[in-house]
């Protein structure tokens, strides 16, 4: 069985500050990973995600994830933080085979001060 | 314009009552999922269909039915709903992966959040 964990629920940056985000997991066989956003009123977007290859992941509005096989880590980092990066962002990951049981984080929602 | 869209937004019901929340999409996607979110537990899975034949039970299915209408629609029925049913509801599609596989990213409706008193 996979399991994810978000260290913190909350987080607080200034604006222009790094985004650190941290996503640890627990699976068996090679993960897929996942990072999505969810922004007030609405549902989950994809911000990036791996699945095989390259390691260090790019995704939509300056995020990026590094897959850490020794460390079972996926953190998500963005170099300065927006003001429009305040939002709710869950890690996720998913195996082969598992008929697309995605199994999620907890979410950890990102403060940025301005 | 959203691709997959959920009615109602919100709705507010009674214990006792039966209650529909739907789902269409215009993805074209065969995958369809219905999740909860409840604050501080993340996402969990109620039902999950692969096609419009095919209805598997997810983590959280007891209390839930689900019905697949057609390719596009796929609907979750609270039979007698409770207060602890109280949530966000979210549909989401995926496709086929390549060569079967199952890493690709699932895509959201907005959420029904639903309040049972």
């Known amino acids: 069985a996979q399991s994810v964990t978000q260290l913190g629920s909350h987080v607080s940056v200034s604006e222009g500050a790094l985004v650190l985000l941290r996503c640890n997991y627990s699976?068996?066989?090679?993960?897929?990973l996942f990072w999505y956003v969810q922004y007030p009123n609405q549902g989950l977007q994809l911000l990036l995600k791996?699945?095989?290859?390259?390691?260090l992941v790019k995704g939509i509005n300056g995020f990026e994830a590094e897959f850490k096989k020794s460390e079972t880590s996926f953190h998500l980092t963005k170099p300065s933080a927006h003001m429009s990066d305040a939002a709710e962002y869950f890690c996720?990951?998913?195996?082969?085979?598992?008929?697309?049981?995605?199994?999620f984080g907890t979410g950890t929602k990102l403060q940025v001060i301005p | 314009d959203a691709d997959v869209t959920q009615t109602p937004r919100n709705r507010i019901t009674k214990t006792g009552k039966r209650i529909m929340l739907e789902c269409s999409q215009t993805?074209?996607?065969?995958?369809m999922y219905w999740y909860r979110q409840d604050p501080g537990l993340g996402l969990q899975l109620i039902y999950y269909?692969?096609?419009?034949?095919?209805?598997n039970k997810g983590e959280i299915s007891d209390g839930y039915s689900v019905s697949r209408q057609a390719q596009a629609k796929f609907s979750l029925s609270l039979e007698s709903a409770i207060p602890n049913q109280t949530a966000l509801y979210f549909c989401?599609?995926?496709?086929?992966?390549?060569?079967?596989?199952?890493?690709?990213?699932?895509?959201f409706g907005n959420g029904t959040r639903l309040t049972v008193t």
């Open positions: 269909s692969f096609d419009v034949k095919d209805i």
């Open positions: 989401a599609t995926s496709e086929e992966g390549l060569q079967g596989t199952y890493n690709s990213p699932l895509h």
């Open positions: 996720a990951v998913t195996v082969e085979k598992s008929y697309q049981k995605v199994t």
């Open positions: 791996y699945t095989t290859g390259a390691t």
């Open positions: 993805k074209g996607h065969d995958r």
């Open positions: 699976s068996s066989v090679p993960p897929y």
